[in-house]
């Protein structure tokens, strides 16, 4: 077989809009602090709706900030989100795009569950009922999918593949995998990728309310009186560069992309499992070439639902066998939500965040073990800790399974 030579990945910038508030900043300090974003549902329709609870971006966010007068009637909230998260972590990163002609090789790839659910919500409500005859004329443009990445694209002028990866809440892991892959296999030098997500809609919390997986009071990842998933909103954007590139031009370097692992469980649509899962965690060790004792923390999917926090953590035993019980695991939704789509994203931030600092973000609302999940989940506060690797996991409906690992910045 002829031998593919490939290149290391590392990120040299992120930027995040998330409940904790606007950049990556904000949203480390609040999940170091165990500082929970979930509060009361800011709805127009609140009233209406069984769900009272969300994770929701502050209400001073001002889209308008670093985004021009022109561009701003073209996007949706979602594209909103994007557009800010990718310009903090292009200003972090230092590069230049119009450099070495380096804008041609430079990837856009972002994850989201469902694009602009935000206009597709408007607009029904325009056309059925209030029986208005057309649909506004940015209707298009403002919901596709791919509407992020072509944005980030155009705002950049970065002409390397982009499109949009969809596959619901693994789509931000997904989209940085897809991203991590084009440059380690030279189709690439760079890539601006992650996920974003604004779906807190009146016709996307009934299709919630109706599955009956949301929490009504707040998310308790892990614990034996969790009640379900809280939503939330977000973006989660990073600069993902191949390691000589980074090091050629002085950038500071926030971790290394070490491996992925993907899976499909190809059993059922709604519930997980823990096979697939751990498929995917051994598949993201091994591209990394590391051993499970290397490990010392786990963020994890982590929802609060039933189903998924005992399957995960079945999923974790599978994978590193006796190494399970030494490993830190959390979930970080039970502060920020989950953003879908942007999940992944805004996990990676916290990854990031506990590689840096030597600090693992705990799992807030931890109150009552539950026999089912025995894994040590950094109950309630941060815990100081030395962090060589950490695997990143989103699991979707649909049993899709994408997992980061990363090492410290070489």
């Not at 296999?185 to 807190?200: P, S």
Request: with cysteine; proline share 4%.
């Amino acid at each position: 077989m002829p031998i593919v030579s490939t290149r290391r990945v590392v990120i040299t910038g992120m930027g995040a809009i998330s409940p904790l508030g606007v950049g990556a900043a904000a949203l480390w300090q609040g999940l170091r602090e165990g500082r929970s974003a979930i509060g009361p549902l800011r709805h127009v329709d609140a009233g209406r709706l069984r769900v009272k609870v969300a994770a929701q971006v502050p209400e001073s966010f001002d889209p308008a900030a670093h985004i021009d007068e022109r561009t701003l009637p073209l996007l949706d909230r979602t594209s909103e989100f994007a557009l800010h998260a990718a310009r903090e972590a292009v200003v972090q990163s230092g590069v230049d795009f119009a450099g070495d002609g380096l804008g041609q090789r430079t990837a856009v790839i972002v994850g989201t569950g469902v694009g602009g659910e935000t206009t597709q919500d408007e607009q029904s409500r325009r056309l059925y009922a209030e029986n208005t005859p057309r649909a506004h004329p940015l209707t298009i443009v403002r919901l596709m999918t791919n509407a992020s990445a072509s944005q980030i694209s155009i705002a950049y002028g970065l002409h390397g593949p982009t499109y949009a990866v969809a596959s619901a809440c693994a789509s931000a892991n997904h989209a940085i995998i897809q991203a991590a892959q084009m440059i380690r296999y030279g189709m690439a030098d760079a890539a601006v990728t992650g996920g974003t997500e604004a779906c807190l809609t009146y016709g996307a919390l009934r299709a919630w309310e109706a599955m009956r997986v949301l929490a009504d009071d707040t998310c308790r990842p892990f614990s034996a009186n969790r009640r379900g998933l809280v939503l939330g909103e977000g973006a989660g954007i990073f600069v993902l560069e191949s390691l000589e590139h980074a090091q050629a031009r002085g950038a500071t370097i926030l971790a290394e992309l070490a491996g992925t692992g993907m899976s499909a469980d190809a059993s059922d649509i709604v519930m997980p499992s823990a096979e697939g899962a751990a498929a995917a965690m051994q598949q993201a060790l091994q591209e990394a070439e590391l051993n499970p004792g290397d490990v010392d923390y786990i963020n994890a999917h982590g929802t609060g639902t039933q189903a998924n926090d005992v399957t995960e953590t079945r999923a974790i035993r599978l994978a590193f066998g006796a190494q399970a019980d030494r490993l830190a695991v959390s979930s970080t939704k039970s502060m920020h939500g989950h953003a879908l789509g942007a999940s992944g994203a805004l996990e990676l931030v916290a990854a990031i965040g506990a590689l840096r600092e030597n600090v693992v973000p705990p799992t807030a609302n931890l109150d009552k073990v539950d026999p089912a999940c025995d894994l040590d989940y950094v109950p309630n506060v941060a815990r100081e800790m030395p962090v060589r690797v950490v695997l990143s996991n989103s699991f979707a409906f649909g049993g899709l399974n994408a997992v980061l690992a990363l090492k410290r910045a070489p």
